[in-house]
Nanobody, 122 residues
Framework: QVHLVESGGGLVQAGGSLRLSCAASGLTFSSYKMAWFRQAPGKERELVATINSGGTRYYLDSVKGRFTISRDNAENTAYLQMNGLKLEDTAVYYC????????????????WGQGTQVTVSS
């Protein structure tokens, strides 16, 4: 009965912004590290950002300074604010939750959202 429901994807011009949301239910949200992954066609899924319950963040080097991960524990929701979007950011974006320490691989994540498409155009 655990569900992660994503929203906020869409088509945006290069240089524009989007905010992705991930609403969680059926789990003790504050016990989980939340993450955003992305996967482009023909490529492996890659970790974009993580945030633990205390607010400690990790970012993929290529998105540092452009993306911001956040969470609202009262709302059981994680966010990814994406600014200065580039064509290379085009991918399906997934949120995920884990109780593992460090930077787990995708197989270590307990729960996943269904993904939301982000397409950046020129």
């Amino acid at each position: 009965q655990v569900h992660l429901v994503e929203s906020g994807g869409g088509l945006v011009q290069a240089g524009g912004s989007l905010r992705l949301s991930c609403a969680a239910s059926g789990l003790t949200f504050s016990s989980y590290k939340m993450a955003w992954f992305r996967q482009a066609p023909g490529k492996e899924r890659e970790l974009v950002a993580t945030i633990n319950s205390g607010g400690t963040r990790y970012y993929l080097d290529s998105v540092k300074g452009r993306f911001t991960i956040s969470r609202d524990n009262a709302e059981n929701t994680a966010y990814l604010q994406m600014n200065g979007l580039k064509l290379e950011d085009t991918a399906v974006y997934y949120c995920a939750a884990t109780r593992r320490l460090g930077l787990p691989t995708p197989s270590d994540y307990d729960y996943w959202g269904q993904g939301t498409q982000v397409t950046v155009s020129s």
